[in-house]
């Protein structure tokens, strides 16, 4: 018996020596949605149509995390959960050194996590860039100023941004820091009676389904626009909404693992280059604005030179 | 009288069932309906209490007493039923009261419950915030919500069963007003389908009774029987037939008795006559004799009697034989009967002795009469075979009255006189003692 386990073992070995001549990409989905895997597909194909042709692989991240072979040049995660199930299998040596790209994933998760990596890792975020969100506001709403913002714990770290660009945008920014649920309504009803604007951004303590009907209640009786940061929240009520669409994300995604294969140097952080803007406009007009779209979305890429 | 007991016997035959089917039906009816009423109470206040938990959602969320407090007057004054209202904060806390409404422990169930009492029906929902489908791929992961589909207050309703009670008060009233109307439509139908069947029962009673009685000409008429007339033509029939068995049993009986009342008048004929001669016996001649004489004694009639004795009768009987004798005895009764006349009446008294009563005629006539017989029986001879045998009588004539006025006073007075005849020669007619009549 013994004898026959190991010479499976020296068969397996061999095959995988053999294998290991052709550069491998492994791309690590996360359960829970067809999204993922509706992404994962598209990074594939991104990858295919440029030059090198590697081998691409799509598994569940719980297989990836069991350990990866010597010729896989690239891990990709797409969604959270890969990421943070991969970050954990890496801090327990199974990685090795293998580079990995994180997408399809806010910032948060991604800073949180990242020192446990024991390879080089580069990221491509959800979270739009504060800076393009205060340009938003301020082409969408020329005539108000204050903006409130609640934090949770974990978009905390994120004030200082918010506030910076919004002086650069002649905003204020004011922030609110909300420690549980149970804090959320008098954070909310401040934020609410002090500023001109509502701007969510992502994270669970603040943000999550049972509180957004609440939020987007209180926003709208106080005649407050909220801003959210998908297309569900404009969906659900919020008046404006700025995010990356998955086809977008997927495309730059693929161009940055063409670029890491090719050692062409990438940022280790990368704010979505893409982006769409989405108005709710029964919202806006039941509280008296005019919305456009996509003159909003060319306000903003003529902003950032694209 | 019989009609009418059969006719409500018929009655309530068809109306026990119906009365029976009817209150079945209408408790039915009160029931189910009053179950149903009490069900749709039961969720219209689920409905209510779950509309005004999505209502209180948000004031519940903002903790503003005031907004709860004019949901909870605006859903009670919409709602006549509804006696009181409790919003409760996430922790069982009292945020607003309104009308009379239950208190309710700190420990609050996660589902809605129901708390039946006798005058109220007490709900109590839990206020579970909306989640809409937000936590997508844009948003952190799951694991750092927590789960939102806990409950952040609480709606305790009060549903008054008053207006249950009404209701069910008055599904009651229309149950029996059900069950009454039925009653009356079935008492209308089966008076109506009784109607149909006892009229021409009771008309067949009727006749079935008359016939009873004797009325044998009684008869069912078609027309009253619509629906039994297969049984009234039978009926009919019956009675024909015993009509018929009576008429011939009547015939019969009248036919036994004509019968037997000729066998009596011929017994008594025969009893009357002499079986030899054919002509009345001595006892028939005395009873003719005794009326003849109280006819004579009531209405003064002459009556006159006469007795003749065969002559030489003896010497007949020794010479030609008791055959030839007889046929002498006939012979002569015959001629002595179509001598008299239709009054008057002839006897055989006994052996070759006759008699004759001559009523309504006087001596003198009498013996004239007499006299003509005697010839007949001196100028007829009876022939016997070959020879002729002359045959003569003595007469002896008396009339009524005499010395003593009886039947038997006038025979002897008679048999004299013939003892005379016999005497003086035979072949004689003779009257008693003084006259006498020379015979030829």
């Known amino acids: ?306 | 009288m019989k009609g009418l007991g059969f006719r409500n016997h018929m009655l309530m035959l068809a109306l026990l069932p119906a009365i029976l089917v009817a209150v079945l039906l209408s408790v039915i009816y009160v029931s189910w309906n009053f179950h149903e009423v009490e069900v749709s109470l039961r969720e219209r206040g689920r409905a209510m209490a779950k509309q005004l938990g999505t209502a209180a959602e948000y004031g519940i969320f903002s903790g503003s007493r005031e907004m709860l407090r004019a949901l909870a007057d605006a859903a009670q004054k919409s709602d006549p039923d509804i006696m009181g209202i409790t919003i409760l904060g996430e922790r069982g806390q009292v945020l607003v009261r309104v009308g009379d409404s239950t208190p309710q422990g700190p420990e609050l169930s996660e589902h809605e419950t129901i708390i039946e009492k006798a005058d109220r029906i007490v709900l109590v929902v839990p206020v579970v915030g909306t989640v809409l489908p937000v936590d997508d791929i844009y948003s952190a992961p799951a694991a750092a919500v927590h789960t939102s589909s806990r409950a952040s207050g609480y709606v305790v309703l009060d549903l008054s069963r008053q207006r249950l009670v009404e209701v069910r008060n008055t599904q009651m009233l229309i149950g029996l007003d059900i069950a009454l109307g039925g009653l009356l439509l079935g008492v209308w139908l089966a008076l109506r389908m009784a109607r149909g069947i006892t009229r021409p029962l009771i008309h067949i009673i009727d006749v079935v009774e008359r016939i009873g009685r004797g009325e044998l000409g009684a008869r069912v008429i078609p027309d009253e029987v619509r629906t039994l007339q297969s049984l009234g033509h039978n009926i009919n029939a019956m009675a024909e037939r015993v009509t018929l068995a009576h008429g011939e049993l009547q015939q019969k009986v009248a036919q036994a008795t004509e019968e037997l009342r000729k066998r009596k008048e011929e017994a008594e004929m025969l009893a009357r006559m002499d079986v030899l001669t054919g002509i009345p016996n001595r006892r028939a001649f005395m009873q003719t004799a005794e009326q003849e004489v109280l006819r004579a004694q009531r209405y003064g009639n002459p009556l006159t009697v006469a007795v003749l004795d065969l002559d030489h009768f003896k010497t007949i009987n020794d010479t030609y034989g008791h055959a030839t004798g007889d046929h002498v005895l006939i012979n002569r009764a015959g001629l002595l009967e179509a001598s008299v006349r239709e009054v008057d009446s002839v006897g055989r008294l006994g052996g070759e002795e006759f008699a004759i009563l001559m009523p309504g005629t006087p001596l003198s006539e009498a013996i004239q009469a007499i006299e003509r017989i005697r010839q007949a029986f001196e100028q007829n001879p009876i022939s016997d075979g070959d020879q002729l045998i002359r045959s003569t009588a003595s007469f002896g004539v008396a009339e009524y009255p005499g010395a003593d006025p009886t039947v038997d006073a006038l025979l002897a007075k008679a048999d004299g006189a013939l003892y005379l005849a016999k005497a003086r020669g035979r072949n004689r007619v003779e009257i008693p003692a003084q006259k006498s009549i020379d015979g030829v």
């Open chain 1, 1 to 306: 018996m013994t004898t026959f386990r190991c010479l499976a073992v020296l068969l397996f070995m061999s095959l995988v020596l053999v294998a290991s001549a052709r550069a491998a990409v492994w791309i690590a989905v996360s359960e829970g949605s067809a999204d993922y895997g509706a992404v994962a597909e598209e990074i594939r194909a991104g990858l295919m149509r440029g030059e090198a042709q590697p081998e691409v692989s799509i598994r569940p991240w719980t297989e990836v995390a069991q350990g990866v072979p010597p010729r896989v040049r690239l891990l990709v995660t797409v969604g959270s959960p890969a990421f943070v199930g991969l970050a954990e299998a890496s801090a327990d040596g199974r990685l090795g050194r293998t580079p990995l790209l994180a997408t399809l994933l806010p910032r948060t998760v991604f800073e949180a996590q990242k020192r446990k990596l024991t390879g080089p890792a580069t990221a491509i975020v959800l979270d739009q860039p504060a800076a393009r969100q205060m340009a938003l506001l301020r082409y969408a709403f020329p005539h108000l100023r204050r903006v409130g913002i609640l934090l949770g714990p974990e978009s905390r770290a994120r004030q200082a941004a918010f506030e910076k660009a919004a002086v650069e945008q002649g905003l204020q920014a004011n922030v609110y820091k909300v420690d549980g649920e149970a804090e959320l309504y008098s954070a909310l009803r401040r934020a609410l009676e002090e500023n001109d604007l509502l701007l969510a951004v992502p994270d669970a303590a603040v943000y999550n389904g049972g509180t957004i009907q609440n939020v987007l209640l209180a926003s709208y009786r106080q005649r407050i626009p909220l801003i959210g940061f998908s297309p569900a929240y404009a969906r659900a009520g919020a008046m404006l909404a700025l995010y990356s669409t998955l086809p977008q994300v997927s495309s730059q995604t693929a161009r940055a693992a063409r670029n890491l294969l090719a050692d062409n140097p990438v940022p280790s952080l990368q704010n979505p280059a893409e982006f769409v803007v989405s108005a709710n406009v029964n919202v806006a007009r039941s509280l008296g604005f005019r919305l456009s779209e996509d003159a909003l979305r060319l306000q903003l890429q003529n902003r950032e030179g694209m």
